[in-house]
């Protein structure tokens, strides 16, 4: 099997290296030693950032870009057709999926925290990472988001604990090597790639049983199929949720005008600690539940994880202000399923805005053929939904799925919905219907987070 350890001081390339995970891992294996070089199909401020690191990353795909490297990194996205990687098996380069290169940069860390999960794993694995820091602990860190207290979604500290976000994309999540493995819940994704919800949870069951046996398994009380899953599991598990019967749950729940949690932390009957969270949404209390629950287990001490709870201000692309353009705050979230597009809408309308925006860019055609239902009254919060065409990512249009059908369908569920194909017609329509006091919230993990900032650009914003 081929190991990264082997090709420390040389030359690794790494194809979509400007994806949120790749281009965290590119940053460590160049403070590893490594000299890094990458391709992606398009300039980013990811890219930007690491070309001001001094990697060399070429726009576009093609078979030279591979030329001289020792080793190959590519996503799960990219396909064995990729010109570089057709050119890397010519030359017989060694190839190695981004989920096995993180998977072994995690070896030989005393605990390795691996947090999973349909929904949520970005937020509460930089929860985990910014605790642990403020808590004196070393962590290194690889996570698919960006982070401002590490400048990004990657650190490289010390070998007590690795903190990695472990997605079931593909499968990926089953190269990790966790002895503390978080399952913050389980639900309908993926779909391009698991039959159906019994088919993920079984995977969720394969990435549970790779914890040693003095390994922890963390997991949502409340999610019948991890309680399920935690039944056939001989190390140590614990729960959290909103429920009393969980191991870790809140006490005097309340939130803030804005939708802020607070809460009394409490461990198995004892009070550990005082949350008052600056992210909104009953999720985040889940999520800070778990983040808790993990940094307990690594060793944290349970008040100075309250404190750093309490001052985490998120993370970039999650329920993010971007501006204020004529009077109407404009906000992104990467949520891009129907499950996290409601939640980050139900936090928006905590806001009290005089009218609701859902700006949706659909993501990947098997994702909206797949969960197709669940897209036509996921917007049922927002007062008025826009819907651009559908983001392909790694696929190919198969021609039998349109935008349009999304808002056909919207329409008869009762949301008023209108397809804006473009960013330009999206930003023209709001620019022509929207009133000082809106609120307007775009959704998605494609590129849809550029109309924001293309909106910035063409008028007089404060932020």
Known sequence: MTDILDYQGQRVHMIGIGGSSMSGLAEMLLKEGYTVTGSDNANSHAVERLRAMGIQVAVGHRAENVEGAALE???????????????????????????????????????????????????????????????????????GGRLDALGGGSRVGGKDVFVAEACEFHGSFLEMHPTIAVVLNIDADHL??????????????????????????????????????????????????????????PENLCYSDTGCPRYDLMFRGSRLGRIELKVAGSFNVINSLAAFAACHCAGAEPEKIAESLSRFAGVHRRFELTGIIDGVKMYHDYGHNPAEMKAALDVAKMQKPNHLWAVMQPHTYSRVKGLFQDYLTCTQAADY???????????????????????????????????????????????????PGDLVLTMGCGNINLLNEQMQLHGDTEK
């Open 73 to 143: 990194i590519f996503s799960a996205a990219i396909s064995p057709e990729n010109p570089e990687r057709q050119r890397a098996r010519e030359l017989g380069i060694p190839e190695m999926e981004r989920s096995v290169l993180l998977g072994q940069l995690m070896r030989g860390h005393k605990n390795a925290v691996c947090v999973s999960g349909a929904h949520g794993k970005t937020t509460t694995s930089s929860m985990i990472a910014e605790t642990l820091m403020d808590c004196g602990m070393d962590p290194t860190v690889s996570f």
């Open 385 to 435: 939904t826009l819907v651009t065409d559908i983001f392909a990512a790694r696929e190919k249009d198969p021609g039998d799925i349109k935008a349009e059908m999304v808002v056909e369908g919207m329409r008869a569920h009762g949301v008023d919905a209108v397809h804006t194909p473009t960013f330009d017609d999206t930003e023209k329509y709001l620019r022509a219907h929207w009133q």
């Open 192 to 249: 391009d790639w698991y039959r159906d919800i019994d088919h993920i949870e079984a995977a969720f069951g394969q990435f549970l049983s790779l914890l040693p046996p003095h390994g922890v398994a963390l997991g949502w009380g409340e999610d019948r199929r991890v309680l399920q899953l935690f039944t056939r599991l001989a190390c140590e598990k614990r729960t959290f949720g909103l429920e009393k019967g969980n191991d870790y749950y």
